[in-house]
């Protein structure tokens, strides 16, 4: 082979490798590129589950704005289980008697309901009692002489059913032993969602005629005092001992 067929070759033999080398690098670059996408995409998955797990709920649900002081408004209960589309149709008969006991890690209370006088609030609050919907709720609000706060589901003060129904306002305003509504000072009077409140001392019976008024403890008011006791320091807001309601059984009787 001349000299000149040698360079030659040699020359071929130097693009060649030049040629292959630079595939090479390609297809290196390309591999790299889809291990580094792969890799966003996990990380980039990863954190949309951990967001999702955390978060714990599908999404909120308007709930109605009850307490007997202004709250925030605009809360949700994060347990769709508790919410209902409509307010119930009426159910109760004002012509028979209705009592309610409330089982409570502190004791029994037990209440009569006024159907006669409240059978809107009334039929409202069997509904739901019936539905299990109070039982597992928690007091979340002690007012030493004043009130104890129950019958919401998102546990402090925000939470309802997912409705609100008109109950009736008293004349006389709220005894030692009240059952009534609670709801906002926004809210129009009587206006009920679930939440309720027990008056335990002075400082609740001269609440403005403002909140439906539809039964009276009859068994366990010292029970609902002693509730009343575990207010915090500042005299009003969640109680420094939880207060779980187990159960909320309703009885009713043919009139006589």
Known sequence: MSKAAKRERQRQ???AARAAAVRAEKRSRTIRAVRNALIAGVIVAG???ILNVTRGDDGEKPRDRTSTTSTTAGKSTK???RTFDSPPPMKIDPAK????????SEGTIVIALDAKKAPVAV??????AREGFYDGLTFHRSAKDFVIQGGDPAGDGSGGPGYTVKGEV???HYPEGSLAAAKSAAD??????SQFFVVTGPGGTTLPNDYARFGTVTKGLEVARRIGSYAPDTGDGPPTKKVTIS???ISESAPR
């Open 13 to 15: 033999n130097r693009e």
């Open 47 to 49: 954190i949309i589950l």
């Open 79 to 81: 347990d769709p289980a």
């Open 97 to 104: 008697t209705y009592t309610a006991t409330l089982e409570t």
């Open 123 to 128: 039929n409202n609050f069997v509904f739901l």
């Open 170 to 172: 008293p004349t006389d």
């Open 188 to 193: 129009p009077p009587g206006t009920f969602g």
């Open 247 to 249: 159960k909320v059984t």
